[in-house]
């Protein structure tokens, strides 16, 4: 990263800019410009060949659901209705013993219900074979739960091979998914569990989950068992996973600022599984339906609010950048160009990043530094200050404090770079957000513990 990545945050025009796109030159002031036009995974196979457009979302409906274990009088969960939006993230929160991971096991029946049904999109799942619902459901557990005798490549296509198929297109969908987690292909299909980190382990549990391109992906605790920065760094994909697949997510969490930051609906749970409050992340924190929605929140809801601002809603600044095959000359050729002609982007006038052949940063340097280099290291800078465009605005700043830079990288999907973010940025529209005005709350889904319930139709 460079050096002294320093300047006002000077907003900039984001219309895209292109020049000098062969692969030996460095190029203009890039970023602040949308990428989901270019092909991805999602898009081609890995011959090249159109792939299949993928499941979205499905609708969830639990219809009076009960769970009673045998040799309790009060149920685990009773009685509970609950709509799951399709392509929605609902969060399950809630303290120890509030049946949240009851509720969640329930739904690819890993734990039976006592009573009521659960509708997978207009279907009834209660009573089809359990075995062939959970190869329709994506699942995943803290520490990605994977196979430690089969490698990387086995453990994601497990559930394909279970399916029928064929090794080149579970191949395929293998090294498509391993690029969806930000893991190079090449690099870890061959490896074991035991050669990975934390988060890579349960970047390939998601992976795993995902194999199927199952309609439904159900998280319990994912993050739990990794460190603060990794943790981060993980939400952070899957906030980007799924705003490019578009899957229904519902996930269990103990934190609620991991719920606040990932969810689209909350759901707050009380001992026996009674729904205390289902609704949006603002309206939970603005308006708590109890006492004991308002103790579990815990002090600081109005700094807590400040999580639901994202990246994307400030100020993307362009950054020059250059191809990392282009080597450290040409970069600095291409900085003191920009620099003499005046075109280098205020803020890091003084730096350039570094992109691979997918347009991926992998290093960021300044001026001086260029001079010191012959080539660029082989390896990508694991400590670049890299926030994703749907990252919090206060994940921004946590990122530039412990990298000591006034500056971020932000990335979008498949962790294309789009621009850089500077601290005054961030800080302005951290205030424009505290001082906004309320805007009008959408319709929050069905959620409660009585009677019966009669089902809309979407």
């Known amino acids: ?51 299949d457009a993928g499941s979205q979302g499905a609708s969830i409906l639990l219809r009076e659901i009960t769970k009673t274990y045998p040799g309790q009088k009060k ?17 399950l929160v809630g303290p120890s013993g509030c049946g949240k991971t009851t509720t969640l096991k329930m739904i690819n ?12 999109g207009d279907e009834d799942i209660t009573t089809m074979d359990a075995d062939k619902l959970r190869r329709r459901i994506g699942y995943v557990i803290q520490a990605g739960g994977l196979f430690p005798h089969m490698t990387v490549a086995a453990n994601i296509g497990i559930v394909p091979k279970m399916l029928g198929w064929d090794k080149q297109r579970i191949a395929d969908r293998v090294d498509e998914l391993l690029d969806l987690v930000s893991l190079d292909p090449g690099t870890y299909r061959g490896r074991y569990p035991k050669e990975l980190s934390g988060g890579q382990q349960q970047r390939i549990g998601v992976a795993r989950a995902l194999a199927a391109d199952p309609p439904v992906l159900l998280m319990d605790e994912p993050f739990g068992a990794v460190d603060p920065i990794t943790r981060q760094r993980l939400q952070d994909e899957l906030i980007s996973i799924q705003a ?17 930051k990932l969810g689209d609906w909350i759901a707050i749970f009380a001992e026996g599984g009674r729904l205390v409050q289902y609704d949006s992340p603002e309206q939970i924190l603005k308006h708590p339906a109890n006492d004991f929605v308002e103790n579990f929140i815990g002090s600081g809801a109005g700094l807590k609010q400040l999580t639901l601002s994202r990246v994307a809603d400030a100020e993307v600044r362009e950054a020059l950048t250059s191809p990392v095959d282009a080597g450290p000359a040409a970069a600095l050729e291409a900085l003191r160009t920009a620099q003499a002609a005046g075109t280098a982007p205020a803020g890091t006038e003084d730096s350039i990043v570094v992109l691979d052949s997918r347009q991926r940063p992998v290093h960021w340097f300044s001026a001086r530094q260029l001079e010191r280099l012959s080539a660029f290291p082989d390896r990508p800078d694991e400590d670049l200050p890299v926030v994703g465009e749907r990252a919090s ?15 971020a990288i932000v990335t979008g999907g498949r962790d294309r770079f789009l621009g850089v973010i500077g601290v005054e940025t961030v800080m302005d529209a951290i205030t424009s957000a505290r001082s906004a005005g309320a805007e009008q709350a959408p319709p929050s889904p069905l959620g409660e513990n009585t009677g019966p319930v009669e089902v809309t139709s979407p």
């Open 393 to 407: 605005l206060n994940d921004a700043l946590d990122t530039m404090l412990v990298s000591s830079t006034s500056n």
């Open 75 to 91: 149920p685990a969960v009773g009685g509970l209705t609950m709509e799951i939006p399709a392509g929605s993230t609902v969060m």
């Open 109 to 120: 029946r890993l734990i039976e219900p006592t009573d009521g049904s659960i509708i997978l």
């Open 244 to 260: 490019e697949l578009k899957k229904t997510i519902v996930c269990v969490t103990h934190d609620f600022d991991e719920a606040v």
């Open 1 to 51: 990263m460079p050096e002294n990545p320093t300047g006002p945050a000077a907003p900039q025009d984001r219309t895209p800019q292109t020049t000098g796109s062969s692969a030996g030159a460095a190029t203009a002031p890039t970023g602040a410009q949308p990428t989901d036009t270019q092909p991805t995974g999602a898009d081609m196979s890995s011959n090249g060949a159109p792939a």
